[in-house]
């Protein structure tokens, strides 16, 4: 029987250089109220001179085309409150400043009340232009916390019921009132508070899947912008250790043959034996650095269980045993690409089964004509079957069990880590599937421990083979050595 088990998980994304290491990302999605603070005050104050300027019109026409009684002053004095908070604004405040959560609440608070006055002044919910009133919920609901979408959809259906009730009425120029019957008032008043309720509610949801969606994906570009870059430093390096090989063995040379000349000067014999174990000393140095880089630089291709091996590797200490098994002739496994997003992408998938894996660790390669595949196992508990259609997505949360929280202490998963090693494999081609395994373990027969999690990646063999497929790596041409 499969148990609870995490999908959340991965806290590693991004690896030390030296491959043993391992560094949590940290990245959470950002709050509201950070999200606030990406609207300038200028975008807000462009907004409202557009009212504005739709405000004088309405009332204009209204009273010269169509010769309604209006309170003008009182209106005029409702747009001008609305004037001189922008010029105060414009004057007081710099053009690129940006507005906190509550300084956008005030704001939008402000054009709420604002148009509440002049919708009291115009007929209340008899006016058409009550509709208006959705305007500063969905800004809301779109970029301020929850809290503050709360207060201002709450304000708003208040401002609403008072002015189902009080206003002052559209007059014609003969006096009569411009109203429609009580039951659409009632009508309009309903209409009106649950397109605030489901407008706030829709876009509080949408916005957030989207900007959870955008941190997600900066996550992984962070990662394998990271993953790059060790790459081509290992090749600066590795460059660097073999231009510097030449000279440091010219000096070595020299200081052996002053060593032997100097066999009458001690002093100065010291000296050259100095030199030459520093020579040593540099290429030793030299040579251990630009081991990890040379491969990168050199091989651009690589035996598919080298490249299962080489992601596997910062995890090998980790207490727990990783089995690899190919499924076929060893000697016919293709040659795949070695991208950092395969590498990167297969070492998160390895990490997340080495995090909830009992003592064991399977790793299953298999290849065809056209495809090529490998299976990701451990003995864990497995995935949460309800979760499973979800693996992948970012920032998932789950609420933990007492038993839970005490088995891996301070460790909260978002699921970014497996949304990074989705993102990056897919990249490349691969199709990913998530599943819980059977109660045998595979590759050791007679094991009584059973497959916990499954995860099965496949590519098309032409999109990752370095030889046959749509990339392939050249051979290069054998540089003549001079003698």
């Not at 405040?93 to 609440?105: A, C, G, H, I, W």
């Not at 660097?240 to 043959?257: D, N, R, V």
């Not at 045998?440 to 916990?452: H, K, N, T, Y």
């Amino acid at each position: 029987m499969v148990s609870w088990r995490s999908p959340n998980v991965l806290r590693q994304t991004i690896n030390s250089t030296s491959g043993d290491n391992v560094a949590d990302t940290n990245l959470k999605p950002l709050s509201g109220g950070t999200r606030a603070n990406w609207i300038r005050l200028r975008s807000m104050i462009l907004l409202r001179w557009f009212a504005i300027a739709g405000q004088l019109t309405a009332i204009t026409v209204a009273q010269q085309m169509y010769g309604l009684q209006l309170e003008l002053g009182l209106c005029y004095l409702a747009i001008g409150a609305s004037v001189i908070a922008n010029l105060v604004a414009i004057f007081v405040f710099p053009e690129n400043k940006r507005l906190t959560d509550t300084q956008n609440m005030l704001m939008v608070l402000f054009d709420l009340l604002q148009l509440s006055f002049l919708l009291f002044l115009t007929g209340g919910l008899h006016n058409p232009f009550a509709l208006l009133m959705l305007g500063p919920v969905t800004i809301s609901a779109a970029v301020l916390t929850l809290r503050s979408t709360v207060f201002l959809g709450a304000t708003a259906i208040m401002l609403v019921s008072l002015l189902a009730q009080f206003n002052y009425p559209l007059r014609t120029e003969q006096g009569l009132i411009l109203a429609i019957p009580d039951i659409f008032v009632f009508g309009n008043w309903i209409a009106l508070i649950i397109a605030i309720i489901f407008i706030s509610a829709y876009s509080v949801r949408v916005t957030s899947e989207i900007h959870t969606m955008s941190d997600a994906l900066s996550a992984t570009q962070m990662a394998l912008a990271r993953e790059q870059k060790l790459t081509d430093l290992g090749g600066v390096v590795a460059a660097a250790a073999h231009e510097l090989g030449t000279p440091l063995a010219t000096i070595k040379l020299a200081s052996g043959e002053l060593y032997e000349e100097l066999a009458d000067k001690p002093d100065l014999q010291e000296d050259a034996s100095l030199i030459r174990e520093q020579a040593d000393r540099c290429r030793d140095i030299l040579r251990d650095m630009g081991r990890a880089g040379k491969d990168d630089l050199h091989l651009k291709k690589a035996p598919l269980r080298t490249v299962l091996e080489e992601a596997a590797e910062p995890h090998r200490d980790r207490g727990k045993e990783i089995a690899f098994q190919l499924v076929g002739r060893e000697v016919d496994q293709p040659l795949i690409l070695r991208k950092p997003e395969i590498i990167h992408g297969i070492r998160n998938l390895i990490q997340n089964a080495v995090d909830f894996a009992e003592q064991q660790i399977w790793i299953e390669a298999r290849w065809s004509e056209k495809t090529i595949g490998l299976r990701i196992m451990d003995d864990g508990r497995g995935f949460p079957p309800q979760m499973i259609g979800r693996i992948g997505d970012p920032f998932m949360k789950h609420r933990r069990s007492v038993s839970e929280k005490g088995a891996r202490p301070g460790y909260e998963g978002m699921g970014l880590g497996l949304f990074i090693a989705k993102t990056l494999l897919e990249r490349s081609g691969a199709e990913l599937s998530f599943a819980n395994g059977r109660e045998e373990s595979p590759l050791d027969q007679g094991v009584a421990r059973g497959i916990g999690a499954v995860v099965e990646v496949t590519w098309r063999r032409r999109d990752i083979d370095a030889v046959t497929g749509d990339s392939p790596v050249p051979q290069g041409a054998n540089q003549r050595i001079p003698i």
